[in-house]
Nanobody, 119 residues
Framework: QVQLVESGGGLVQAGGSLRLSCAAS????????MGWYRRAPGKEREFVAS????????SYADSVKGRFTAPRDNAKNTFYLQMNSLKPEDTAIYYC????????????WGQGTQVTVSS
């Protein structure tokens, strides 16, 4: 059974930092591209950041470029989102996603973790 478990969310003041973690189990982590998405209150879910299965490529939404990084540790089956210089508009539920690099149907989501940034 595949599980993606996010942790590390919480309440932080604007300008602060948080690190989210996504612990994966039940899958061969090293063959999955990983992504972070978020859903703010009243808005659609949006892409935040991703990293390829090998860690050789990353992508970021324009709104977080230069502030967020999304590394992975294949030895620990864990994917991270380091968030710096947080803004109130970063407030959202953050979701971890795993997409198999070949099998498109193999796509999984975590349950989400709340991030709240106060002004």
């Amino acid at each position: 059974q595949v599980q993606l478990v996010e942790s590390g969310g919480g309440l932080v003041q604007a300008g602060g930092s948080l690190r989210l973690s996504c612990a994966a189990s039940g899958l061969t982590f090293s063959v999955y591209d990983m992504g972070w998405y978020r859903r703010a209150p009243g808005k659609e879910r949006e892409f935040v950041a991703s990293i390829t299965w090998s860690g050789g490529g990353t992508s970021y939404a324009d709104s977080v470029k230069g502030r967020f990084t999304a590394p992975r540790d294949n030895a620990k089956n864990t994917f991270y989102l380091q968030m710096n210089s947080l803004k109130p508009e970063d407030t959202a539920i953050y979701y971890c996603n795993a997409q198999h690099r070949v099998i498109r149907q193999a796509n999984y989501w975590g349950q989400g973790t709340q991030v709240t940034v106060s002004s």
